[in-house]
């Protein structure tokens, strides 16, 4: 089955903790991205990645880094998480052109 | 300044009615635009697109209508059912390298039985 997958669903952590959310696809994508949810504003896009070791800021990028070092995973990491980003994270992928972005099920973060 | 607007929260519509969602956006440069359907613990899915060049798209129930000179498009669902309820967003991407998706805030909609 073609999906987007992340891991973990849930997570809480402490304000300086380091975390890395993972994402996997199974569809040979090379474009992949991360976007924040947040209550008003909808999904706003972190980083991107049009390749193997091409990544990019997005909207969002402060307080994240991502790599992208097989074609398959891109994961997210907050090296010093803070509140402010407490979200619901979502991982997504995409074919060349104009295809539509494929999601993973998201990742509720809470810094506390 | 969000440049995709959802301007109505929610809506609620019978079923078997007609549910239409609006979304404007202020990016002349946008040319791609998408309809993404949410349910509650689940990643948006995809579920309408339309390029710039037309004015009009359709897939089974679902008719997303593209108003260039407004910057308005807007999603009809009919006929409605239960199974509709859920938040949608509207989506839409510019011809630029990032082609990154900007989306609205999202509409929730509640189909009644």
């Known amino acids: 089955e073609a999906q987007v997958t992340q891991n973990p669903r849930y997570l809480i952590t402490v304000t300086g903790k380091k975390l890395t959310v993972t994402c996997s696809q199974n569809?040979?994508?090379?474009?992949m991205s991360w976007y924040r949810q947040d209550p008003g504003l909808g999904l706003r896009q972190i980083y991107y990645?049009?390749?193997?070791?091409?990544?990019d800021k997005g909207d969002v990028p402060e307080g994240y880094k991502v790599s992208r070092k097989e074609k398959r995973n891109f994961p997210l990491i907050l090296e010093s998480p803070s509140p402010n980003q407490t979200s619901l994270y979502f991982c997504?992928?995409?074919?060349?052109?104009?295809?539509?972005?494929?999601f993973g099920n998201g990742t509720r973060l809470t810094v506390t | 300044d969000q440049q995709v607007k959802q301007n109505s929260p929610s809506l609620s519509v019978q079923e078997g009615r007609i549910s239409i969602l609006n979304c404007d956006y202020t990016?002349?440069?946008?040319?791609?635009f998408l309809w993404y359907k949410k349910y509650p613990a689940e990643g948006p899915t995809f579920l309408i697109s339309?390029?710039?060049?037309?004015d009009k798209n359709e897939d089974g129930r679902f008719t997303v209508f593209l108003n260039k000179s407004a910057k308005h498009l807007s999603l009809h669902i009919v006929p409605s059912q239960p199974g509709d309820s859920a938040v949608y967003f509207c989506?839409?991407?510019?011809?630029?390298?990032?082609?990154?998706?900007?989306f609205g805030s999202g509409t929730r909609l509640q189909v009644q039985p």
């Open positions: 997504a992928s995409r074919d060349r052109g104009y295809s539509p972005l494929h």
């Open positions: 569809m040979n994508h090379e474009y």
């Open positions: 990645s049009m390749n193997v070791e091409v990544t």
């Open positions: 990016n002349s440069m946008f040319d791609y």
């Open positions: 339309i390029s710039s060049i037309k």
């Open positions: 989506a839409a991407s510019a011809r630029t390298g990032r082609r990154a998706l900007t």
